[in-house]
């Protein structure tokens, strides 16, 4: 028998690389990311205690029994790298023979001729391809086969997914046997530790006594943190063919306490999601008594799924709802329906309209791109009442609106077809007299060649408007506009703008409509629009305050020639009202049915600053009219004498911390505020409040579309102990009677108030909140509802 040959290699990075093993394989449990029953969120870091060939090897804890298996998920790695593993390059490490090459390098390599065995220790790495495994001592045994690795082994498959061990077992094939005090960090997010695991002969892995969980076990200041929550099983099957993790014996514990038993969970290692049982919710409200629902979702493939609801009340009977997705290789579509039978109460009464009746929403939208060119896009919403949505909680719009567009756009053209039709929901409202568009077609392109150097637009469009119980509408027009733009010697930028109209109207039942001046002739109409104007900006650039300002002055001249609009019915340019935003419009309306006619002069200025961290921006402009008598501009809209109102806005941020905008519009005799609109945020993502109010005091007849409104609105959140946050928020209504001769309000009623705790980490997030609603509308009561949840991240759960 030879005495042992130990060969000492030099230390640190002067490791051995030139030896070469060749294998069939490296089977060394190649686990893919673990995903979740529902589309999963993406994760957060998992430890890569990767580096360079020699580096020194990170401790990792060792597991002796269940408890520590927990404590392995909590505490992270103290030494390891938390950059997450590089892709994949591409490299299987397989020759052109069809063996597995392998490169080792280690500090010291030793050979024992009694035994057959070649160890290497120190610092030992195997790399081939992607995969990598590195351990303090391998040792090979020519006899049997066997290949130990032992001692602080970590193992990178080509996915990026980690094994850490005390001990694996190794075939001369590298296809792992059993494993000692593993932990698992998957590429994609989440940890799996166990106390013992065994590579059967069929490629499945079995691990004993198991914890998973998806949160970061880090905060983002870089110190060890528990996991919010985590699994822990018996016994969890690892599949590769399938690419399934299977739990036995599983719960799920929050915050180390168990909540949940969670038989037949399975999740997937791709990433993709499986079948399975959603979190429930819990709420109590007015309406419907306590409420637990839960879903069910079922995967058919990667590219559709359905999610079966079910919705049991104490106070109602039960509702259930479904909602299918579907993605194909022209577009994607889904549909959500609820369905019940219960009493439903009359808008008028106050009391059932029936024992029991059909009940139920229907929800579906899609967009299908045919050609680079062509898109279809499609959304259908209809309630079987009008106070289904808001009994149930599912939505708290006041109107429905279902639509169907084909659409082209190419590079100088434009093509739409599209229809419209509107359900309300408005109690006092009947829905015969709500119009239904379609179609309505628009159609323009713009010749490449320039006419007379400036840029031409050509526009043909068709609106076509039915109601069951009003007035119907027809209409037609083709437009041209011309517009040349140039920049002067001296910087100001001037705009020319001619434009041609051509309309054809016709109309019929125009005296259903309540307001006269929305009514126009009945039968065929005929108008034709002519527009010029000039628009000349001249900005001034400079240094103020320690940062750049921006003066820029603004004139423009728009003129038309008498228009017959009265005698044109109106549709879609009701709600007129000076704003900043349509001060220098060249039609002020917000329609095509109505045209701003005559000659006026606008002029304002926009003035910017910026500093390092604020930025503050404000305009205000006001326009004159060469002539005063504009019967199509309502008293109290601010544009209705030769004078205008004053309109403005002023904006100014501050980093991510301060944003504040307000828009004005003061009386141009009184200055009295006719429009005082605010909305501001201050705070951080975490701690912030809100704040949102709007007054239109026009001083306004009252008239369909252009009622005077005050309204409140804030909502704050304060975030405490590094996860948790308390929040609220409120909607009031201010209006009094004064405003509005149609409300009874006092000038304060709330709408609407919410309160709540929740907390959110990157893996958890639940909470508690109560809401109150203070108006009641048919069946939907006003009162309290007080809502639980939670959802779990990286595990599919929402």
């Keep these: 028998m030879l005495p042992p040959v130990e060969t000492a290699l030099h230390a640190g990075r002067e490791a051995i690389r030139p030896v070469i093993l060749t294998a069939t394989t490296l089977a060394l449990v190649t686990a893919a990311p673990l995903a979740a029953q529902a589309a999963a969120d993406d994760v957060g870091t998992v430890i890569d205690p990767q580096g360079e060939p020699g580096d020194p090897q990170p401790d990792k804890p060792t597991v002796d029994n269940a408890a520590d298996v927990d404590e392995l998920l909590a505490v992270p790695d103290p030494n390891a790298n938390l950059d997450t593993p590089p892709p994949p390059t591409g490299d299987d490490g397989i020759d052109a023979e069809g063996n597995r090459e392998i490169a080792f390098e280690a500090d010291i390599l030793e050979y024992s001729s009694d035994n057959d065995m070649v160890t290497a220790s120190g610092n030992v790495v195997l790399r081939s391809g992607d995969r990598s495994l590195r351990a303090d001592s391998v040792s090979w045994s020519q006899r049997t086969g066997e290949i130990v690795a032992s001692g602080r082994v970590r193992f990178v498959d080509e996915n990026g997914n980690q094994l850490f061990s005390e001990r694996i077992e190794l075939t001369d094939e590298f296809e792992a046997g059993a494993m000692?005090?593993?932990?698992?960090?998957?590429?994609?997010?989440?940890?799996?530790?166990?106390?013992?695991?065994?590579?059967?002969?069929?490629?499945?892995?079995?691990?004993?006594?198991?914890?998973?969980?998806?949160?970061?076990?880090?905060?983002?200041?870089?110190?060890?943190?528990?996991?919010?929550?985590?699994?822990?099983?018996?016994?969890?099957?690892?599949?590769?063919?399938?690419?399934?993790?299977?739990?036995?014996?599983?719960?799920?514990?929050?915050?180390?306490?168990?909540?949940?038993?969670?038989?037949?969970?399975t999740v997937r290692t791709d990433g993709g999601a499986v079948s399975g049982f959603l979190v429930p919710d819990l709420r109590v409200s007015e309406s419907n008594g306590v409420e637990v629902s839960g879903s069910y979702y079922i995967r058919f493939a990667d590219n559709r799924d359905l999610t079966v609801t079910t919705h049991v009340y104490t106070d109602a009977a039960p509702m259930v709802a479904a909602q299918w997705r579907h993605l194909t290789e022209r577009g994607a579509y889904q549909i959500t329906g609820y369905a019940t039978h219960s009493q439903r109460i009359s808008s008028l009464t106050g009391v059932s309209t029936s024992e029991e009746e059909f009940r139920g929403y229907l929800f579906a939208n899609g967009k299908f791109q045919l050609t680079p060119d062509w898109s279809l896009t499609g959304s259908i919403r209809r309630a079987t009442d009008r106070t289904f949505l808001r009994r149930y909680d599912i939505s708290r719009d006041d109107r429905l609106r279902s639509t169907l567009e084909l659409e082209r756009i190419g590079s100088n053209t434009y093509f739409s077809l599209a229809g419209w039709a509107t359900q309300t929901l408005r109690l006092n409202q009947p829905q015969g007299e709500v119009p239904i568009a379609l179609p309505v077609l628009d159609v323009r392109w713009r010749p490449d060649t320039p006419i007379l150097g400036g840029q031409i637009e050509l526009q043909a469009n068709t609106l076509a408007i039915h109601r069951d119980v009003g007035q119907d509408t027809q209409r037609a027009f083709a437009r041209a506009q011309w517009d040349l733009r140039r920049v002067t010697g001296l910087g100001q930028v001037v705009t020319f703008t001619g434009m041609l109209r051509g309309d054809v109207y016709h109309s019929d039942?125009?005296?259903?409509?309540?307001?006269?001046?929305?009514?126009?002739?009945?039968?065929?109409?005929?108008?034709?629009?002519?527009?010029?104007?000039?628009?000349?900006?001249?900005?001034?650039?400079?240094?103020?305050?320690?940062?750049?300002?921006?003066?820029?002055?603004?004139?423009?001249?728009?003129?038309?020639?008498?228009?017959?609009?009265?005698?044109?019915?109106?549709?879609?340019?009701?709600?007129?009202?000076?704003?900043?935003?349509?001060?220098?419009?060249?039609?002020?309306?917000?329609?095509?049915?109505?045209?701003?006619?005559?000659?006026?002069?606008?002029?304002?200025?926009?003035?910017?600053?910026?500093?390092?961290?604020?930025?503050?921006?404000?305009?205000?402009?006001?326009?004159?009219?060469?002539?005063?008598?504009?019967?199509?501009?309502?008293?109290?809209?601010?544009?209705?004498?030769?004078?205008?109102?004053?309109?403005?806005?002023?904006?100014?941020?501050?980093?991510?911390?301060?944003?504040?905008?307000?828009?004005?519009?003061?009386?141009?005799?009184?200055?009295a505020i006719r429009r005082n609109e605010i909305d501001a945020t201050v705070g951080s993502r975490r701690t912030y409040a809100e704040l949102g109010y709007v007054r239109l005091n026009r001083d306004i007849t009252q008239v369909e579309d252009l009622q005077d409104r005050e309204e409140l609105r804030g909502a704050v959140r304060v975030a405490f102990a590094n996860y948790w946050s308390l929040f609220g928020s409120g909607v009031f209504n201010l209006t009094d009677r004064e405003e509005d001769p149609t409300f009874s309000s006092d000038g304060f009623d709330p709408i609407r108030t919410r309160l709540g705790v929740a907390y959110q980490d990157d893996c958890l997030e639940l909470g508690v909140t109560w809401r109150r609603d203070y108006i009641t509308s048919g069946d939907a009561e006003r009162g309290d509802t007080f809502q639980v949840y939670f959802s779990l991240r990286n595990l599919g759960f929402r």
């Design 180 to 265: 000692d005090n593993l932990l698992l960090a998957l590429r994609q997010g989440g940890r799996l530790a166990a106390n013992r695991g065994i590579r059967e002969s069929d490629g499945t892995v079995a691990l004993e006594k198991a914890a998973y969980s998806g949160c970061s076990v880090v905060d983002p200041e870089g110190c060890p943190r528990d996991p919010s929550w985590r699994i822990t099983a018996e016994r969890v099957i690892y599949s590769p063919d399938e690419r399934r993790i299977r739990f036995s014996g599983a719960f799920l514990e929050i915050f180390g306490a168990r909540v949940l038993p969670l038989p037949g969970l």
């Design 509 to 671: 039942e125009n005296f259903l409509t309540a307001t006269a001046s929305y009514r126009g002739n009945p039968g065929w109409e005929f108008r034709g629009v002519a527009l010029g104007a000039v628009d000349v900006l001249w900005p001034f650039v400079g240094t103020a305050f320690g940062g750049t300002q921006v003066f820029t002055p603004r004139v423009q001249f728009v003129a038309t020639p008498p228009i017959r609009n009265l005698a044109i019915p109106n549709e879609d340019a009701r709600a007129i009202d000076l704003e900043d935003s349509n001060l220098f419009a060249l039609n002020r309306f917000p329609g095509y049915d109505r045209v701003e006619d005559g000659a006026r002069v606008t002029y304002g200025f926009d003035w910017a600053l910026r500093i390092p961290n604020w930025e503050l921006k404000t305009n205000i402009g006001q326009s004159y009219r060469l002539d005063s008598d504009r019967d199509i501009l309502p008293v109290g809209t601010g544009l209705s004498e030769r004078f205008s109102d004053f309109v403005g806005r002023t904006e100014v941020r501050y980093k991510d911390f301060l944003r504040f905008t307000h828009r004005f519009r003061l009386d141009k005799d009184s200055l």
